[in-house]
């Protein structure tokens, strides 16, 4: 059974910074894409930031400069360093890991992300 757990949310003031970690547990291929989602509330949940195995990254486009996604493969471990937080920001975070070719796909529980003004 793969389990995702994610830490590190919490309540922070507009401009400050938090890192979430996502922890992996259990079988998975050794070639996996990670990534942050995020869900506000009445909006759909959208991609943040992704990662490849090897490292290659993406983001959304409101994101970039202000957040870093990076995994460690020996720990099973995906992290978002999120700075210069805005109110919009706000959101329950999720981390998921993928392989699409062999129809791998896993959630985390999600962690509460509040930045106010």
């Known amino acids: 059974q793969v389990q995702l757990v994610e830490s590190g949310g919490g309540l922070v003031q507009a401009g400050g910074s938090l890192r979430l970690s996502c922890v992996v547990s259990?079988?998975?291929?050794?070639?996996?894409?990670m990534g942050w989602y995020r869900q506000a509330p009445g909006k759909q949940r959208e991609l943040v930031a992704a990662?490849?195995?090897?490292?290659?990254?993406n983001y959304a486009d409101s994101v970039k400069g202000r957040f870093t996604i990076s995994r460690d493969n020996a720990k099973n471990a995906v992290y978002l360093q999120m700075n210069s937080l805005k109110p919009e920001d706000t959101a329950v975070y999720y981390c998921?890991?993928?392989?699409?070719?062999?129809?791998?796909?896993?959630w985390g529980q999600g962690t509460q992300v509040t930045v106010s003004s």
């Open positions: 990662i490849s195995s090897v490292g290659s990254t």
């Open positions: 259990g079988s998975f291929p050794s070639i996996t894409t």
């Open positions: 998921r890991m993928t392989r699409t070719l062999v129809g791998f796909d896993y």
